[in-house]
């Protein structure tokens, strides 16, 4: 730890005043001492990291953190700010900044003295020492471990052991729940084991270890964590978990081998939930227990494992909720949109008029291969809503909730209610399953609930809802939808596809780009979509294509306003732009949003509004350039397409060529080192 934090790191007067600029400040200390090799790529890693999700945490801790090939070795800065500077947290501004810098091939050992500092963060003596501290060196041996601090270490103590105190706690915990089991007589602690994980598995995995931790001390419950971090990971013994009353997930990446606590009752939240209130999760995974709640097995990841979180606002979780179902739906739209317009490209039109090829199918005919194309893909697409409505249950309530989900968007199809009602019966059947779950019932009967009577009851009261009370009018409403649509002519059209090409570039790939291509993709999921469905799927996915495409060809005309890895990333997003990925330009965007994603938006809508313009159709909803020969209207759709990346690329490049170089006070604070390095531009405003 003696090398990872010395005193030309600490600045206890950083006067940066946005997140960005504290990174940059801390950063220019690492790179004046050739920890860091490329300022703009190692702050880019750390924007980067910062967009998956926020690193304030409560109490007035900020911990920007990452994995970079442009760190030489871990490194530790740390900036302490009177005014405090917004990091994310729910109770306000950070006023203790920690910049982490670990390279992408951190040995084990360097990471975890860095996974004993941030368990050492969640000990108020600890913060409170470093607010009231007076000097950068005595700063720095603190966080070393050379000063007694909130660990109570020792002077005999090497620095090592001291900030890895805390991590011993956990040991320690684990030989008392031992020691307790076997003196336990007619009655014992609740028992709890959690698992925490975060993205780089650094800071986040560590301190949400430590919190539960003490939380359990507190309650005067038994509780062992295992930490899933970058070190890798000491599976907690089976016997632990057998004797578990009761598990916690706290976790932003997928918890490896999950299976092993299937049959228990289970909370599962997302990492900063265990840092900030973990006494509140002991409570509920105490409640589940009671309540004879249990989780079935499963089998890993998947998208939906943390649909609707405890903690989360309501809005977030139906966010969660409806981008489970659409992230399970896209697939079944992909492959069944694609073998539609084969088929179609085959056969012709009429194709959709065929008859069965189970009753007549010639080998040697192109337009019986046509008409089997259509009616495998027409199979693949009456899945959509189902799928979109089993999945947004399950999102809501896990595996309980897919059977009603499933039943209530094959009803919603059988009454005409479409995808607005595949939405609505998703969401009735994750809420009727959930309530189910929270009904105390006998022991006996826990063990058929999955089984029988949660899918009986949910799917019945779905079903009445679907048949007998809503579905007659959403029905009503997918029909006056339909109908709106159709009649769109001349100047609605043309603010249509600029409104879609908006959507498209905001958020690449995230809730509000889905809700438009979804949107999109509804107009042709029929055998004979009409005309303006057919305008629209191709204005959606001419705008899709531009951020990527646009950033590919910045990179290349002015290649000096990017670093490199940016510049390794264009040359990528080529392809990820013509194939339809806006996924591509995520790179870009998360390291200069204020920038990247406005000139983004502008381009989409401009091609979005030309595409109307010009009366381009598309029956497939997927595919890029390679079902240009699908289009109607192919010369002019790739002239709009074409527009719109000029437009995005303009942009880009003359909102970066304006920017100033960052300013020594910029970040940095007063005497502190600047590097070489310095006139290069910031990464993000």
């Not at 304030?56 to 500077?85: K, M, N, Q, W, Y």
């Amino acid at each position: 730890m003696s090398d990872m934090i010395t005193a030309e790191l600490v600045d206890l007067d950083l006067s940066a005043d946005t997140k960005e600029a504290a990174a940059r400040a801390l950063a220019e200390r690492m790179a004046a001492l050739g920890r860091v090799t490329d300022l703009d790529g190692f702050l880019a890693d750390v924007a980067a990291r910062e967009a998956q999700m926020p690193t304030g945490l409560d109490g007035g801790i900020g911990i920007p953190h990452c994995r970079s090939e442009h760190v030489t070795e871990p490194t530790l800065a740390f900036g302490r700010s009177a005014a405090g500077i917004d990091f994310g947290a729910a109770d306000g501004p950070a006023d203790l900044i920690f910049l982490i810098a670990a390279p992408a091939g951190a040995d084990d050992a360097h990471l975890t003295i860095l996974s004993s500092l941030a368990r050492q963060l969640m000990n108020a003596e600890f913060t409170d020492a470093l607010r009231s501290v007076g000097d950068a060196g005595a700063a720095a041996a603190l966080i070393r471990g050379e000063k007694a601090g909130s660990s109570g270490s020792s002077g005999s103590e090497s620095p090592e052991d001291s900030v890895a105190a805390p991590g011993a706690a956990s040991a320690g915990a684990a030989t008392d729940t031992t020691a307790t089991t076997a003196a336990a007589e007619e009655e014992r602690p609740f028992r709890v084991v959690a698992v925490t994980s975060c993205p780089t598995g650094i800071a986040h995995t560590y301190m949400a270890a430590e919190s539960l931790e003490n939380a359990g001390r507190e309650a005067g419950i038994e509780i062992t964590v295992e930490t899933q971090g970058s070190a890798g990971f000491t599976r907690l013994d089976p016997a632990v978990i057998a004797a578990a009353d009761g598990v916690i997930f706290a976790h932003d990446v997928p918890v490896r081998e999950k299976d092993r606590f299937a049959g228990k009752p289970t909370v599962d939240t997302g990492v900063k939930a265990a840092i900030n209130r973990p006494a509140e999760l002991i409570t509920e995974v105490r409640g589940k227990a009671e309540r004879g709640e249990v989780t079935a097995a499963v089998s890993g990841g998947t998208p939906v494992e943390r649909g609707g979180e405890s903690g989360e606002g309501y809005g977030t979780k139906l966010r969660t909720w409806l981008m489970s179902g659409v992230s399970y739906m896209v697939p079944f739209v992909a492959a069944g949109g694609l073998l539609i317009a084969l088929g179609f490209a085959i056969g012709g039109y009429e194709i959709n008029e065929a008859p069965s090829v189970m009753d007549h199918f010639v080998w040697t005919q192109a337009d019986s291969w046509g008409a089997l194309l259509f009616q495998i893909g027409g199979v693949a697409f009456g899945f959509l809503v189902p799928v979109l409505a089993g999945y947004i249950a399950y999102g809501m309530a896990d595996r309980p909730g897919l059977v009603p989900g499933f039943v209530g968007g094959a009803i919603s199809l059988t009454v005409n209610a479409g995808f607005l009602g595949g939405l609505a019966a998703g969401l009735i059947a994750g809420g009727v399953v959930i309530a189910i779950q929270k009904v105390r019932i006998p022991a006996a009967l826990r063990g058929i609930m999955p089984v029988v009577v949660i899918p009986l009851i949910s799917a019945a009261v779905v079903g009445f809802l679907m048949f007998v009370v809503i579905g007659k009018p959403i029905a009503e409403a997918q029909k006056g939808m339909t109908d709106w649509l159709n009649g769109l002519t001349g100047t609605n059209a043309v603010l249509l596809g600029a409104l879609l090409g908006l959507m498209m570039c905001f958020d690449l790939g995230g809730p509000v780009n889905k809700v438009a291509y979804t949107f999109a993709t509804a107009g042709i999921a029929v055998a004979s979509p009409s005309d303006s469905a057919m305008k629209i799927m191709a204005a959606v996915m001419a705008a899709g294509m531009v951020p990527p495409l646009a950033m590919a060809l910045a990179t290349t005309v002015r290649g000096k306003l990017f670093n490199r890895t940016e510049r390794e990333n264009g040359k990528a997003a080529w392809v990820l732009g013509a194939s339809f990925i806006s996924e591509g330009a995520i790179p870009f965007a998360a390291a200069d949003p204020l920038r990247v994603i406005p000139a983004s938006m502008v381009g989409g809508a401009v091609t979005g509004a030309l595409s109307m313009t010009f009366g381009a159709t598309l029956r497939a909803p997927h595919g890029g350039i390679f079902v240009v020969p699908l289009i109607g209207n192919p010369f002019l759709y790739l002239v709009a397409i074409a527009a719109g990346v000029c437009v995005t690329a303009a942009l880009v490049i003359v909102l970066k060529g304006l920017r100033k170089p960052a300013p020594v006070a910029t970040g940095a604070g007063e005497g502190a080192p600047v590097p070489p390095s310095e006139t290069k531009q910031p990464v993000a405003a």
